[in-house]
């Protein structure tokens, strides 16, 4: 079975950091570029950051652009979103999914084929 957990989130003050885990089971996380969403209440689904099969290629949304950073280590299955300089508008169930893709990466969630069940980030004071 497919499947993909992320783990690492809970209640953070701003201007806090978490680390989010996203780890694969029943298949190789290194065939997959892998993609971070966010969904906070009442909005949309929001792509913030995805990385490569090999690394070498991420991308961030503005929102989160120089606070957040995306890293993988295909040796433990495992993608990482390090979460700096937290702010209340960061709050939101945070997602990773996988796309079968060789090269890049995209913040199109249309286009990924295994999403996680999420973990809840709240920033608040």
């Known amino acids: 079975q497919l499947q993909l957990v992320e783990s690492g989130g809970g209640l953070v003050q701003p201007g806090g950091s978490l680390r989010l885990s996203c780890v694969a089971s029943?298949?190789?996380?290194?065939?997959?570029?892998i993609g971070w969403f966010r969904q906070a209440p009442g909005k949309e689904r929001e792509g913030i950051s995805c990385i490569s099969i090999s690394g070498g290629t991420t991308d961030y949304a503005d929102s989160v652009k120089g606070r957040f950073t995306i890293s993988r280590d295909n040796a433990k299955n495992t993608v990482y979103l390090q979460l700096n300089s937290l702010k209340p508008e960061d709050t939101a169930i945070y997602y990773c999914?996988?796309?079968?893709?060789?090269?890049?990466?995209?913040?199109?969630?249309?286009?990924?084929?295994?999403w996680g069940q999420g973990t809840q980030v709240t920033v608040s004071s």
């Open positions: 999914a996988a796309e079968a893709v060789l090269w890049g990466c995209n913040l199109f969630a249309e286009r990924y084929d295994y």
């Open positions: 029943g298949f190789a996380l290194g065939n997959y570029a």
